[in-house]
């Protein structure tokens, strides 16, 4: 990991839901100041539930942390509310691009600057700085959300992120349904954001090659445990994940999710 402080620390939490299913089973993890890291694993592997436990949002899903810590540069958040999270800079974007479908892509935007008390110079200051990285949205901002593409409705998600001044933003899934150019053009983005403002970034995703091209670290979860963990370079190099999740195993190769995971994780913890 990087030698920068800590901002984000995740120990061994545990979070069920419905008081009845085990989602996390000992989750850990650790995000650096000025970090990109990345949450891998399939479809139900527990990533959304870790940045909704980080974001302090479980208790609309009726889900709770029963075991371990959260702390965001010390301070224990589990108490917190959501709003208090953002007040402390930590502001997630939903899997699935939510916009207010019935408002227009600006009104969307300053929707994200609510919380602010800095005055509107301030508010409208960062606007045009989220113009200047999403031209797109400018030359849209006066179309209602709903008539706009998916990967329009995906930058007005961030966008309205970076509209709060955010500290680190959690990104859930910012490639679902999203044609492999504009894939790149958003991780472009997050990667221009975290060079040039220097945000934080969380983020879940399944598209692991995009994932490990653009993060500095990487955590495999897999039915609710971390499998594995490491720089962003290595997890690229490792024999598993390429054969696993990138795809470049050798002949008879399945696909991971028709390989029995305990087989995987003995190999992997060996």
């Known amino acids: ?84 999270m953002v007040d402390r800079g930590v502001i997630q974007v939903m899997e699935g691009r939510h916009c207010f479908a019935h408002l227009t892509i600006e009104e969307n935007l300053l929707t994200g600057a609510y919380t602010r008390k800095d005055g509107k110079a301030a508010i409208t200051a960062t606007l045009d700085k989220v113009y200047s990285y999403f031209p797109r949205l400018k030359t849209r901002r006066t ?43 958003v991780f472009e983005i997050v990667r221009d954001l975290n060079t040039r403002e220097g945000v934080t970034f969380l983020l879940a995703e399944q598209n692991t090659n995009m994932a490990l091209r653009y993060a500095d670290y990487g955590y495999i979860l897999e039915n609710g445990r971390v499998v594995m963990d490491g720089a962003a370079a290595e997890l690229r190099e490792n024999e598993d994940v390429k054969e696993f999740y990138l795809g470049m195993g050798g002949g008879d190769r399945k696909s991971f999710r028709d390989v029995k995971s305990y087989k995987r994780r003995k190999r992997w913890l060996a």
Do not use: F, W
Request: glycine content about 12%.
């Open 1 to 84: 990991m990087s030698a920068n402080p800590v901002l984000l620390n995740v120990n061994g939490i545990e979070v069920i839901y419905n008081h009845v299913i085990l989602v996390l089973k000992g989750v850990s993890l650790q995000v650096t100041e000025g970090g990109i890291v990345a949450l891998l694993g399939g479809n139900g592997a527990g990533k959304t539930t870790t940045l909704r436990a980080v974001s302090n949002l479980l208790a609309g899903e009726r889900g709770e942390v029963t075991k371990g810590s959260i702390e965001l540069r010390g301070e224990r958040t589990e108490n917190l509310s959501t709003a208090q």
């Open 143 to 185: 179309s209602l959300a709903a008539y706009t593409s998916g990967g329009e409705q995906q930058m007005c998600a961030i966008g309205r992120a970076l509209m709060a001044s955010p500290k680190m933003v959690l990104l859930d899934e910012p490639s679902m349904g999203l044609a492999p150019q504009l894939v790149e053009e």
